[in-house]
Nanobody
Framework: QVQFVESGGGLVQPGGSLRLSCAAS????????MGWYRQAPGKQRELVAA???????NYADAVKGRFTISRDNAKNTVYLQMNSLKPEDTAVYYC??????????????WGQGTQVTVSS
């Protein structure tokens, strides 16, 4: 079973920065695209950033230019550097495989996520 453990969230003022980390178990991590998702209260979970095994990246329009996703395959870890944070970035952030078919194949398991709160 693949497991994801997210960390690095917290309370930050608007304009501030945070760096999230996601440690993944299992040896299959490095071959799949990975993503960071977020879910705000009363809203559906959304994909905000994705990175392929080779390193190409994609971002949701809402975070483009402010967030940077990266991965260290040797450490089975994915990162999300978040700069210029806005109150609307407040959400629980999760990492997982970036494609639905892979998530389903491995049981669609979600970790506990890490809370990010942007407020003055």
């Amino acid at each position: 079973q693949v497991q994801f453990v997210e960390s690095g969230g917290g309370l930050v003022q608007p304009g501030g920065s945070l760096r999230l980390s996601c440690a993944a178990s299992g040896s299959i991590f490095s071959i799949y695209p990975m993503g960071w998702y977020r879910q705000a209260p009363g809203k559906q979970r959304e994909l905000v950033a994705a990175i392929a095994s080779g390193g190409s990246r994609n971002y949701a329009d809402a975070v483009k230019g402010r967030f940077t996703i990266s991965r260290d395959n040797a450490k089975n870890t994915v990162y999300l550097q978040m700069n210029s944070l806005k109150p609307e970035d407040t959400a629980v952030y999760y990492c997982n495989f970036a494609t639905a078919t892979v998530r389903t194949h491995y049981g669609d398991y979600w970790g506990q996520g890490t809370q990010v709160t942007v407020s003055s």
